[in-house]
């Protein structure tokens, strides 16, 4: 089974500040033949179902704002929100989504407001 | 809209049983395959099971397989989790997940249902 590791676990940012969660793969999630990441990123907020964010680790869903944004490829990805926002407090996971199942989620990483 | 609502959640003894089920509306449901991930309290996210759009193939996490059944009816718009022999590492709500076509990750989830196992 892929393992996905996030770091930190939880972190804290001033509004209007970065915000950076890594997620590492224990193994590659690139498929070569058409050069995509199997990698997807996900909001929880609380007391609420998660919502997909990002997809093909870069690919913003439908009506996501432009400050989230997914970079990486491999085994390491990064979800940069780049000017950190009040209603953005919530766990983010990642998600990979390669080949056969488990489709395995990342331990998640809480954000907070510093 | 899209709009998946859980239910048949509850309280069950262990080695008990439960179906849950999601009506899917707002959508073709025929077209997308769907997952059940789960989330024990305070927990993060656990995937449970999926189903290709018609049925022709399903998933397991090895947690649950040989004591669920996942499994759909396109003509009622709904998904469904048959869970068997429940153990107490069950407990957690249960939601169900749309799956684009010919891709993997949840797109769009219900509010999910609360399995309590417990004597």
């Known amino acids: 089974d892929i393992v996905m590791t996030q770091s930190p676990d939880s972190l804290a940012v001033s509004l209007g500040e970065r915000a950076t969660i890594n997620c590492k793969s224990s193994q590659s999630v690139l498929n070569s033949p058409n050069n995509k990441n199997y990698l997807a990123w996900y909001q929880q907020k609380p007391g609420q179902s998660p919502k997909l964010l990002i997809y093909w680790a870069s690919t913003r869903e439908s009506g996501v704002p432009a400050r989230f944004s997914g970079s990486g490829s491999g085994t390491d990805f990064t979800l940069t929100i780049s000017s950190l926002q009040a209603e953005d407090v919530a766990v983010y996971y990642c998600q990979q989504y390669y080949s056969t199942p488990p489709w395995t989620f990342g331990q998640g990483t809480r954000v907070e407001i510093k | 809209e899209v709009q998946l609502v859980e239910s048949g959640g509850g309280l069950v003894k262990p080695g008990g049983s439960l179906r849950l089920s999601c009506a899917a509306s707002?959508?073709?449901?025929?077209?997308?395959?769907m997952n059940w991930v789960r989330q024990a309290p305070g927990k993060g996210l656990e995937w449970v099971s999926s189903?290709?759009?018609?049925?022709?193939?399903?998933y397991y996490a090895d947690s649950v397989k040989g004591r669920f059944t996942i499994s759909r009816d396109n003509s009622k718009n709904s998904l469904y989790l048959q869970m068997n022999n429940l153990r107490d590492e069950d407990t957690a709500v249960y939601y169900c997940?749309?799956?684009?076509?010919?891709?993997?990750?949840?797109?769009?989830w219900g509010q999910g249902t609360l399995v309590t196992v417990s004597s």
């Open positions: 707002g959508f073709t449901f025929s077209t997308y395959g």
């Open positions: 997940a749309r799956v684009p076509p010919e891709l993997r990750y949840s797109d769009s």
């Open positions: 189903i290709t759009s018609g049925s022709s193939d399903t």
